[in-house]
């Protein structure tokens, strides 16, 4: 069986890439503008949506530090997520404006009288962005966002298409019993036997709703819901039930190594499509009969980590540098968008998380996902 995606039929030796290497470009010239020997130490001045937009970009930056944030709003919704970031939420604007760590202080509060303060009170060699081009940068990083969106839907309904023939076959199948057991009831007569034929149809039914569940689970386009608790041992089974509409799992000895507790904070449809790309991609890697594993890890640390093996080809070092990159992909013309791992990457690296890849020619690839540990609350239970 041949490889399809960012991972097609590839040999390789080992190699390890992470969010630092591989950020989007965007993100990569924020970075690399105004940066100092030390990094790039930002104070955010509002806490509005504009906060909260710089805030959930900056924090993914390599070389970017978030000073401190403020609001005259304590109730500012940028202020709950910079606590989420563990990023300081200074009371005193003042104080913040005037920290000697800070390099640049970025005004996203739309008020002159906030601009003119800044640039009294600001520490020589403070840099200030505020009016204007705040607003553009806003603006840019809300398009960015809403690209990404875009991407992450076509490559959801690209996986579908793919796995039509999959999927045509798992529902037929239920169709055609149902069908079988429908005429036979027509002469049956014996009451005891009517009655068994119809809870084999319900079971049919049933398993027939399911794949519809699942589908239409998958396909959906994510909605802007907050952040939940997710399990990500109960998120790779079902990723498994997904990916076998496109791979062919009859040769693939499936190991699964879960730990308890094993749940991240994250948004539960992103995470889904990550592992439907990574379990794909891994069974499509083994040629002809092999082992997929999928195991979740707490280390004594309390990071949490997802990894999915495969015993397959593998992938080479010169291909490392163009994996994650979108619209990359080796499969044929009209068969793949090239968007798959582009786009575990971006939902890995949004949730702060990320991705150590070791591959042996012959031997096979593991992707692993690391991500800091985030204790659940009451009304914030697994999902």
């Not at 404006?97 to 020589?124: A, F, H, W």
Request: aromatic share 4%; charged share 20%; net charge neutral.
């Amino acid at each position: 069986m041949r490889r399809r995606g960012g991972r097609n039929g590839l040999p390789g030796g080992t190699v390890q890439r992470d969010r630092t290497t591989l950020a989007p470009n965007l993100r990569a010239r924020i970075r690399n503008a105004g940066m100092t020997p030390n990094g790039t130490r930002i104070a955010i001045i509002g806490a509005g949506k504009g906060g909260v937009a710089l805030l959930d970009l900056l924090h993914q930056i390599p070389d970017v530090d978030i000073v401190g944030i403020t609001d005259k709003d304590p109730a500012a919704p940028g202020l709950q997520r910079a606590r989420d970031f563990q990023v300081l939420v200074e009371p005193h604007v003042t104080h913040l404006i005037q920290n000697e760590r800070v390099t640049l202080i970025m005004d996203v509060t739309g008020d002159p009288s906030m601009n003119r303060m800044i640039q009294t009170l600001k520490r020589p060699g403070a840099e200030v962005l505020s009016g204007a081009a705040t607003r553009l940068l806003w603006k840019l990083v809300q398009h960015q966002s809403t690209l990404e969106a875009e991407l992450f839907q076509a490559d959801k309904l690209a996986g579908l298409g793919s796995f039509a023939a999959g999927i045509a076959h798992d529902i037929n199948n239920p169709l055609q019993l149902i069908l079988g057991l429908a005429e036979n009831l027509e002469d049956e007569q014996d009451l005891s036997v009517v009655h068994e034929q119809a809870r084999d149809i319900t079971e049919a039914v049933k398993r027939t709703s399911a794949i519809c569940r699942d589908l239409t689970r998958y396909a959906r386009r994510n909605g802007a819901a907050e952040d939940v608790m997710v399990n990500l041992n109960t998120k790779l089974d079902e990723a498994l039930r997904i990916a076998r509409y496109a791979v062919t799992l009859q040769d693939v000895t499936v190991v699964k190594r879960y730990a308890d507790d094993a749940s991240v904070k994250g948004n539960p449809d992103e995470l889904l499509h990550v592992f439907v790309n990574l379990i794909t991609n891994a069974v499509q890697a083994i040629q002809v009969r092999g082992t997929l594993t999928l195991e979740t890890s707490v280390g004594p640390d309390g990071a949490i980590s997802a990894s999915v093996s495969d015993t397959g080809c593998g992938i080479p070092k010169e291909a490392f540098a163009k994996i994650f990159e979108p619209l990359y992909t080796t499969k044929p013309p009209g068969k793949g968008t090239g968007l798959g791992l582009y786009n575990v990457m971006s939902v890995i690296s949004k949730m702060d998380g990320h991705i150590c890849v070791e591959s042996d020619v012959g031997v096979g690839t593991t992707f692993r996902i690391e991500f800091s540990q985030v204790q659940p609350t009451p009304s914030c239970a697994p999902r």
